[in-house]
């Protein structure tokens, strides 16, 4: 292709093809696996993927959450990449050094061995008991005030049974 200009033509010289590549960046994947958590767990359990730009860097933290205990919130890992998306550098205190992936393949291995580990299912145990305990609670006190004829509360009172008020 040429352009017409006032010294002749001008030929384009990018020997790019611009059509955007089918690549999935760190994010992308970051996100599926937030999705497939969610499904994994019927919506009790979700993360959130927040990600910030730092100078020449690209941070994406992964942040594991109970969606009916907003406060118990855990950064599972932290994947840092360049423009080029690799090396993408991981940090999780389930690894003992960050690890450093030269492509697509070594970051899902690194992944899998922190969303695999014995630390991440104890994590997810703790969530899910809690969730299902706080849903037996809020449903125990739903069944007492329509019992009671009352309204339903608007708020969770859980009391200790083994040391009541």
Known sequence: MAVKAESGWIND????????????????????????LETHSAGVLDADVETAVLDDR????????????????????TATHGVR????????????????????????????????????????????????????ARAEQRAAASLNGTKRPTHLIVQDRAHPN
């Open 85 to 136: 998306l690799f090396p993408v550098t991981v940090q999780s205190e389930s690894l003992k050094k960050p690890a450093i992936c030269e492509d697509m393949a070594a970051f899902e291995t690194v992944l899998r061995r922190i969303l695999g580990s014995r630390e991440t299912a104890s994590l997810i145990r703790a969530l899910l008991t809690q969730s299902r305990e706080l849903d037996a």
């Open 58 to 77: 690209m941070a994406h933290a992964f942040t594991l959450r109970a969606t009916r205990l907003p406060a118990f919130r855990e950064t599972m890992l």
């Open 13 to 36: 010289l990018w020997g790019v093809d611009f059509s955007l590549p089918n690549l999935m960046t760190p994010r992308a994947v970051l996100m599926t696996q937030a999705d497939y």
